[in-house]
């Protein structure tokens, strides 16, 4: 337990703000572990373009473990459902050893399934439906989802594989009876990382520079080359989307950028929203200016979970 409020810090935010630095920093005060809530590192081989640097688990000469990177294969689609199985047993070992889980990431998915304590059932294909929307326009499948009850996730919009996977989601769940799983209570203490716009955007773009510089397209690839379909490569987000139709001579090079780097800033767009809708629904987040020098904000977090005044 960090404190009887607390059993769980979660450092959270849009991308590029600098996440896994801090948490490392923050794991390494608090003789803590880190537990990634990033829904593309589960996958190995997929570094650049998920934005993997080990370096940022160093801290004073000393590696700060990580849970949930690497251990999955590209080529298969994880789940939030697995993913909140495997946290909560990731969570358990790291408590059991006396150490403090540190959550770290910016998947609105996967930081709700491991913080608010919902209940999650794997949910199977269901071949008719998928038969019965494969015609659809991404906006048609947008106006069905909008019209059921159960919400899933604001971002499932962004390519049809992921909206009509959400609606078989949501019609198993309207459909089925589900009884809520054993799990531990998660008292989170949500720590926000942000930069004023003009700074993420940025980052934003210096990142992808620096990724693409730094074999981004040779990393898509050899994935390609390694025998996974371009659709379902496409499937891993954005950068794995727009280098794939660029390898596939469905984008030149400088098009490919221009709209990665517009995409990649509309994602943290929705990010943000999807933050401030977890501030509306209750969720406290304690919001850190990202430009804050790293014992600064460390300190802050610091004084948080002992309750004194920040």
Request: one cysteine or more; proline letters at 3%; a neutral charge.
């Amino acid at each position: 337990m960090i404190t009887s409020v607390y059993n769980l810090i979660a450092v959270i935010g849009p991308t590029a703000g600098g996440k896994t630095a801090f948490a490392a920093h923050i794991a390494s005060d608090v003789d803590g572990e880190i537990i990634s809530a990033d829904s593309r590192q589960v996958y190995r081989r997929m570094n650049v373009g998920t934005g993997k640097d080990y370096d940022d688990y160093l801290v004073g000469g000393v590696r700060i473990r990580v849970h949930l990177v690497d251990i999955v294969e590209p080529g298969y689609k994880y789940s939030v459902f697995e993913y909140q199985r495997d946290f909560h047993e990731a969570f358990k070992d790291i408590t059991d050893r006396g150490k403090i889980p540190v959550l770290c990431g910016g998947s609105g998915m996967y930081i709700n399934a491991a913080t608010r304590n919902y209940s999650l059932i794997e949910v199977p294909q269901n071949e008719k439906l998928r038969n019965d929307l494969k015609d659809k326009t991404l906006i048609e499948l947008g106006n069905i989802l909008s019209e059921m009850k159960i919400l899933h996730n604001t971002t499932d919009t962004d390519t049809i594989e992921h909206a009509i996977r959400a609606i078989e989601i949501r019609k198993y769940y309207e459909e089925h009876n589900t009884q809520a799983n054993d799990q531990p209570l998660m008292k989170p203490l949500y720590i926000g990382v942000l930069f004023d716009r003009r700074t993420e955007r940025e980052r934003i773009t210096i990142r992808l520079k620096n990724r693409l510089n730094g074999g981004l397209v040779n990393e898509v690839s050899q994935l390609l080359q390694s025998g996974i379909p371009a659709e379902s490569l496409m499937y891993y987000g954005l950068e794995y989307r727009y280098v794939t139709l660029y390898l596939t001579g469905k984008l030149d090079y400088e098009t490919m950028t221009s709209q990665l780097n517009t995409a990649i800033h509309q994602f943290a767009k929705r990010q943000r929203t999807w933050f401030r809708k977890m501030e509306r629904e209750g969720c406290a987040i304690h919001w850190i200016n990202g430009n804050l020098p790293m014992d600064a904000k460390v300190s802050h977090v610091l004084r948080l979970i002992e309750g004194s005044p920040v």
